[in-house]
T-cell receptor, first 113, second 116 residues
Framework: KQEVTQIPAALSVPEGENLVLNCSFT??????LQWFRQDPGKGLTSLLL?????REQTSGRLNASLDKSSGRSTLYIAASQPGDSATYLC????????????FGTGTRLTVIP | GAGVSQSPSNKVTEKGKDVELRCDPI?????LYWYRQSLGQGLEFLIY????????KSGLPSDRFSAERTGGSVSTLTIQRTQQEDSAVYLC??????????????FGPGTRLTVL
């Protein structure tokens, strides 16, 4: 069964810093990997989706990379802002069985003004 | 356009009662998913619909849980004889899915269920 791990579980940084969130998964047979943010009491907002054939995706200050062979992905956030404070989740979709996502437990990010 | 909507947003019920949770997916999305997020735990997959059929029910935690989807649109998740361990946020997602399984899933705001 696919297992997804995120490190660190929580992170606090001063405003303006660049930061990296890590995600690892045990089964490299994936369709894609998706990064989400979750704000307290809210649903999930999709940030970036990387197909298995891709190495990275960029959106604004966010850059996500994927190394499928080693089972790793990183989410890079440049010039962090207090509005970036949220829980960041990575999820992978495997190539077998259902089309469901396997989620990590998330990294809770706090950007201090 | 309109996103995924869920109702109710909050539900408090007594142990042993039945509850129904509703999900309205994005119009035209063929695939619909239910997930559960328990306190301190990650999101766990419950069930997946392609159209009105559910090819994978493996995530349903017990036979007290059931779900249906009608008209390729609205879905309801029913929990019978609720237990305190059913307390969680129930999230619904939809996607425009072909057979390759690579589309983005869009999530609703969730229903927070509390079983007293």
């Amino acid at each position: 069964k696919q297992e997804v791990t995120q490190i660190p579980a929580a992170l606090s940084v001063p405003e303006g810093e660049n930061l990296v969130l890590n995600c690892s998964f045990t089964d490299s047979a994936i369709y894609n990997l998706q990064w989400f943010r979750q704000d307290p009491g809210k649903g999930l907002t999709s940030l970036l989706l990387i197909q298995s054939s891709q190495r990275e995706q960029t959106s604004g200050r966010l850059n996500a990379s994927l190394d499928k062979s080693s089972g790793r992905s990183t989410l890079y956030i440049a010039a962090s802002q207090p509005g970036d404070s949220a829980t960041y989740l990575c999820a992978v979709r495997v190539q077998t069985g259902a089309n469901n996502l396997f989620f990590g437990t998330g990294t809770r990010l706090t950007v201090i003004p | 356009g309109a996103g995924v909507s869920q109702s109710p947003s909050n539900k408090v019920t007594e142990k042993g009662k039945d509850v129904e949770l509703r999900c309205d997916p994005i119009s035209g999305h063929t695939a619909l998913y239910w997930y559960r997020q328990s306190l301190g735990q990650g999101l766990e997959f419950l069930i997946y619909f392609q159209g009105n059929s559910a090819p994978d029910k493996s995530g349903l935690p017990s036979d007290r849980f059931s779900a249906e989807r009608t008209g390729g649109s609205v879905s309801t998740l029913t929990i019978q004889r609720t237990q305190q361990e059913d307390s969680a946020v129930y999230l619904c997602a939809s996607s425009l899915e072909g057979t390759s399984g690579g589309a983005t899933q869009y999530f609703g705001p969730g229903t927070r269920l509390t079983v007293l």
